[in-house]
């Protein structure tokens, strides 16, 4: 099945730069990659997504960039501020055939005032 | 517009008990799953639902059961509570019948068993 690994697993940055998150993956047939921003109490939320037939996305501070030979995907958040604290999540298709996704394991991200 | 909701918030349980975990949506959504979540092991799929009548398992089904009566509801089952499902579960739903699309998830229950 899909192995989604995700890291770093914590990540501090002062506010007004750039954080990067990094995720890989198994199957070189997946085509879909969401990320999600879980805050703290709350039920994960869907910020950016991805599908292979593009290597780049952007919407304003956000972006994700996606590698197919390398099998890595990337979430870039440029200018953190305070509200970016947060728990973030990649994600790509489970196995073939399957409905589903499979979850990296989160990445805490502080950004300090 | 409530989105998905969960009920209860939290719940205590002892080993060996049963009960049910509700979620309901009222997006219309075709795709509903299930969710667990411990530390530092992300969201782990319980089961999943494409459509009323129509239920698979995730990636951890054992313990759990579901059924998919209406398009709105999607209960989870724990059948004899053990130590090891203390956790928070997640319910979400989604526009999209592969799953793979935007996926709503509710507020969670944070569920201990003792």
């Known amino acids: 099945g899909e192995n989604v690994e995700q890291h770093p697993s914590t990540l501090s940055v002062q506010e007004g730069d750039s954080a990067v998150i990094k995720c890989t993956y198994s199957d070189s047939a997946s085509n879909y990659f969401p990320w999600y921003k879980q805050e703290l109490g709350k039920g994960p939320q869907l910020i950016i997504d991805?599908?292979?037939?593009?290597g780049e996305k952007k919407d304003q501070r956000i972006a994700v960039t996606l590698n197919k030979t390398a099998k890595h995907f990337s979430l870039h958040i440029t200018e953190t501020q305070p509200e970016d604290s947060a728990v973030y999540f990649c994600?790509?298709?489970?196995?073939?055939?399957?409905?589903?996704?499979?979850f990296g394991s989160g990445t805490r991200l502080q950004v300090q005032p | 517009n409530a989105g998905v909701t969960q009920t209860p918030k939290f719940q205590v349980l002892k080993t060996g008990q049963s009960m049910t975990l509700q979620c309901a949506q009222d997006m219309n959504h075709e795709y509903m799953s299930w969710y667990r979540q411990d530390p530092g092991m992300g969201l782990r799929l319980i089961h999943y639902?494409?459509?009323?009548?129509?239920?698979d398992q995730g990636e951890v089904p054992n313990g759990y059961n579901v059924s998919r009566s209406t398009t709105e509801d999607f209960p989870l089952r724990l059948l004899s509570a053990a130590p090891s499902q203390t956790s928070v579960y997640f319910c979400a739903s989604s526009y999209s019948d592969s799953g793979l699309g935007e996926q709503f998830f509710g507020p969670g229950t944070r569920l201990t068993v003792l």
């Open positions: 991805i599908r292979s037939n593009v």
């Open positions: 994600a790509a298709p489970s196995d073939t055939g399957r409905r589903a996704l499979t």
């Open positions: 639902s494409v459509g009323a009548g129509i239920t």
